[in-house]
């Protein structure tokens, strides 16, 4: 199975802060990686797919690049509906595993 | 409106077996590829089982293989996972989720839309 790590596992920021996440795979899996996002309560919703394309719906200030092992998911101005806890997920093989998540917290 | 919605959670006794359903709607369930997520309470996304579009490819986690039966009804446009032998490691909200693919091995696919997800507790 192909292992994904994020970093960091959380962090602190502030509203209009730019904020990366980074993602790591255990082997390449080109392109094939998706971001999700997940406030308290509620299921993952698609934010990025195959590493930079946005989601219908998504605001313009989410990003993602990326490819081969090394990702990131960069929001280049945080807003107050942005605090959340973020997932990245390679579609490269079955599983389709999940990093451990990175929360981010005022 | 593309929609997934979970039932048949519950609590249920160590070693007891529960199944849990996905209806769908607002898409053709029979083109796409399922797969159930779980989470733990406080704990992070896990990846759990998946079922091709017409059924004839399965997977399961190490964690499950054995314990839980993931199928699906395209007449009744509705996936199941049958679960069996339950632990308290078990105990998580269950989230079904629709790929962007038919099948569980090509590259590429997304998750979206994700039900809002059934707990299940285990517990005596």
């Known amino acids: 199975d192909i292992q994904m790590t994020q970093s960091p596992s959380s962090l602190s920021a502030s509203v209009g802060d730019r904020v990366t996440i980074t993602c790591r795979a255990s082997q390449s899996i080109t392109y094939y990686l998706n971001w999700y996002q997940q406030k308290p309560g509620k299921a993952p919703t698609l934010l990025i797919y195959?590493?930079?394309s946005l989601h219908s719906g998504v605001p313009s200030s989410f990003s993602g690049s990326g490819s081969g092992t090394d990702f990131t998911l960069t929001i280049s101005s945080l807003q107050p509906e942005d605090f959340a806890t973020y997932y990245c997920?390679?579609?490269?093989?079955?599983?389709?595993?999940f990093g451990q998540g990175t929360k981010v917290e005022i | 409106e593309v929609q997934l919605v979970e039932s048949g959670g519950g609590l249920v006794q160590p070693g007891g077996s529960l199944r849990l359903s996905c209806a769908a709607s607002g898409f053709t369930f029979s083109s796409y590829a399922m797969h159930w997520v779980r989470q733990a309470p406080g704990k992070g996304l896990e990846y759990v089982s998946a079922?091709?579009?017409?059924?004839?490819?399965?997977y399961y986690a190490n964690s499950v293989k054995g314990r839980f039966t993931i199928s699906r009804d395209n007449s009744k446009n509705t996936l199941y996972l049958q679960m069996g032998s339950l632990r308290a490691e078990d105990m998580a909200v269950y989230y079904c989720?629709?790929?962007?693919?038919?099948?569980?091995?090509?590259?590429?696919?997304?998750?979206?839309?994700w039900g809002q997800g059934t707990l299940v507790t285990v517990s005596s």
């Open positions: 997920q390679q579609s490269y093989s079955t599983p389709r595993t």
């Open positions: 989720a629709r790929e962007s693919r038919q099948s569980i091995s090509s590259k590429g696919g997304w998750f979206d839309p």
């Open positions: 079922i091709s579009s017409y059924g004839d490819s399965t």
């Open positions: 195959a590493a930079s």
